[in-house]
């Protein structure tokens, strides 16, 4: 029985230690943040030479939902670069070693801010069990861990889409509600003088209008 429960004990300590192992070996970067009006902001990131590495934004509120955006190389070298878009995901392999730059402007915007989501991963994720088609007596653990993986990675995308979703949604409500709200208070103003206009006009014309003659005599 001893023996046992130390065989069972070692394949799910190795276990624990690859999915720890895997999600080291990706570094991913997610930041939502604030971009004032006629303001520019860049983030720079070290990149190693042949890492494959992928940018996703997506403008949350603000204006028109659009923001420009830009990546260079430690070079310069203009990567990718697009104006006023809503979202958009770019995916490219470091040409060389050095800090990365890519920048997000609103200088195109007089007197909206906007808020941004990003979410820039470096490197992919390993296998988990590079070995995986061997057969042992932990196959099946191992690959059920695997779709197991695969699906939790699946559901966070998801919730992140979601939650975008759910927050632009909820800044275009507020937005409609402003907007509703001063065209009431508009209105109102605007009928409370038509009322008061048609008042006036009304009692004009029932008020007494007396004319006076004077003879003058030779």
Partial sequence: MPLRGSRSAEPWGRLLLVVALAACAARASEITFELPDNAKQCFYEEIAQGTKCTLEFQVIT????DVDCRLEDPE???LY???KKQYDSFTFTASRNGT??????NE???FTHKTVYFDFQVGEDPP???SENRVTALTQMESACVSIHEALKSVIDYQTHFRL???QGRSRAEDLNTRVAYWSIGEAIILLVVSIGQVFLLKSFFSDKRTT???VGS
Avoid: D, I, Q
């Avoid at 603000?62 to 939902?65: L, V």
């Fill in 62 to 65: 603000g204006g028109h939902y």
């Fill in 76 to 78: 310069g070298v203009v």
């Fill in 81 to 83: 670069k697009e104006m």
């Fill in 100 to 105: 990365y730059k890519f920048c997000f402007s």
């Fill in 108 to 110: 195109f915007s007089t």
């Fill in 128 to 130: 988990l069990f590079p």
């Fill in 165 to 167: 979703r759910e927050a």
């Fill in 213 to 215: 003659t004077t003879c």
